[in-house]
DNA sequence: ATAATAAGTTAGACATATCTAAAAATACAA
DNA sequence: TTGTATTTTTAGATATGTCTAACTTATTAT
């Protein structure tokens, strides 16, 4: 149920409303399966279920999402900062972490981590009451030619993206300069210090998010 | 399957052949149930099962009990260690944790905490391989009057008997006098320190191992 | 040895979460 | 508007883990 509800969260804050199908390609079960299971959801409060209707989740299915995901990326945030992983180690325990009943256990976490605001991705970290500060960044693929930007946060954070940015030395914090934007493709020649120019594809730049 | 493994782990120490009933009332489920999950236990090769015969644990099943044991006990130094958790406060959080599947995870805060041999409650760390390292210790309770020993371990921490034991000062590395036996229910009147004399029930002496 | 008690097993129920196949409702487009 | 495609729902199956009630096997005591 978590896990459902977390990604209902994710896809309302790209559109308000929900397709039962779309739930299912992400969850990566079957529609019946969500059917089933947006049933429980409803009883729980947490969405509005109508049947042939699209699911909209309630103010507190928000919060409960946010609890959930507060814990996901204080998780992330520790196992960085404390154990040293790698940006693109963490999410998979994160996964498995944020299931755990002990709010004690994610307040010494935050404590220890000296109350972060976001995560090793640059996604924020809700607030213990469940309530997020809004990002005010822009995609990369929206900069023009010529901008100085930082890297702020990342789009969608799956492995192979992660993978593929620390092979090129991109982390959070970096500066880059837009030198040249391809017409035909929308990929991005970028300067990322003295001499080292890169080409980052349209794809990439979409989940680059900078200021 | 974890917690019952666990559990019969625990019950081998104690006995070398384990009841299912007794299996039943430790896991706080009811006969059919442990029943039908021994079958899958032996299946998985963990456990010898033959019908109407006691339950035997296999080298495999000890292997795999002491990885969660490990993961258990890991996580409970972790929480009193870097989250100043107390030690009746850090149970329940590794009774889920424990089941968290993530090798890297443990393997990091074994390093963190600097390869602990033992946890809180002075209960010994099984190394990744499984191996535990038998502690030679003694019952407080089988101490004869005018012995000095230091607290080492406990038989059963339980959250209440940890209170207790918080509440009258008495900590693992603690020495202890043994001033006088009582004859009629053996409780035991010990010299903490210059000053403080305490008395504590057989029961808990039971419970206090020491050397 | 027999009866009583304890321990273990089976059958059948329920709850959870998933699936496939088929049916129904809705949306879209010619 | 009418047919097609998409989305959603239902029905029925499978798997996991629990339960109660009833039955069987083993142990213990007289
Ligand atoms: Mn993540
Ligand atoms: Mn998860
Ligand atoms: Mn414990
Ligand atoms: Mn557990």
Redesign the interface.
């Known amino acids: 149920m978590e896990n459902y509800l977390k990604c209902i969260y994710n896809l309302y804050v790209q559109n308000d409303t929900i397709l039962l199908t779309d739930l299912a390609d992400y969850m990566n079960v079957k529609a019946p399966s969500v059917n089933s299971m947006i049933k429980k959801l409803a009883k729980n409060g947490w969405v509005k279920y109508e049947p042939y209707k699209p699911i909209k989740i309630t103010v507190s299915g928000k919060r409960r999402a946010a609890e959930i995901i507060r814990k996901h990326r204080l998780t992330e945030m520790f196992?960085c900062e404390?154990?040293?992983?790698r940006w693109d180690?963490v999410h998979?325990?994160a996964e498995?972490?944020e299931h755990?009943?002990?709010p004690?256990?994610f307040e010494?976490?935050d404590m220890?981590l000296g109350y972060p605001k976001s995560d090793p991705h640059g996604s924020p970290i809700p607030d213990k009451y469940g309530a997020i500060t809004a990002q005010a960044y822009k995609r990369l693929s929206d900069c023009a030619k010529g901008e100085l930007v930082t890297l702020k946060a990342l789009n969608r954070s799956d492995e192979s993206l992660l993978k593929l940015l620390t092979n090129k030395n991109i982390h959070l914090g970096c500066t880059l300069t837009v030198k040249e934007i391809e017409q035909y493709d929308g990929s991005i020649t970028l300067k990322l210090s003295d001499k080292v120019y890169i080409v980052l594809s349209k794809t990439v730049c979409d989940n680059l998010m900078v200021l």
Chains 1, 2 share one sequence.
């Open positions: 196992l404390m154990l040293e992983f180690e998979h325990i498995q972490i755990i009943n002990a004690e256990f010494r976490i220890l």
